[in-house]
């Protein structure tokens, strides 16, 4: 089992930049696929972005791409969420979680097995 423990994230202005960690304890990072998710008051879960098992590709959501980069430290056992050029509408809580799975299914929170604790995001205009 892993533990996953948040970091990062605040209140930002648009147009600027936030870091979001993401340590796991209990197992190695290398045995999952990462993920990042977010949620707005009232709206779903929705995918971000996701390192694929032992870090072979990142995917990322449309409405992200290009201003985000997921990556990850694996001396550190740490995923991290690089945001730039952040607008309003990214304005959410923001989730990691990590999956058994390698490659397909992993923009769904369903195909996760453990899960962060959350952090707020909050985009100013």
């Known amino acids: 089992q892993v533990q996953l423990k948040q970091s990062g994230g605040g209140l930002v202005q648009a147009g600027g930049s936030l870091r979001l960690s993401c340590a796991a304890t209990g197992r190695s990072l290398n045995d999952y696929s990462m993920g990042w998710f977010r949620q707005a008051p009232g709206g779903e879960r929705e995918f971000v972005a996701v390192?694929?098992?032992?870090?072979?590709?990142?995917h990322y959501a449309d409405s992200v791409q290009g201003r985000f980069t997921i990556f990850k430290d694996g001396a550190k056992d740490t995923s991290y969420l690089q945001m730039s050029d952040l607008r309003p509408e990214d304005t959410a809580t923001y989730y990691c979680?990590?999956?058994?799975?390698?490659?397909?299914?992993?923009?769904?929170?369903?195909?996760?097995?453990?899960w962060g604790q959350g952090t707020q995001v909050t985009v100013s205009s």
């Open positions: 979680a990590a999956s058994s799975l390698r490659y397909y299914g992993l923009d769904k929170p369903a195909s996760y097995d453990y």
């Open positions: 390192l694929s098992w032992a870090g072979g590709s990142a």
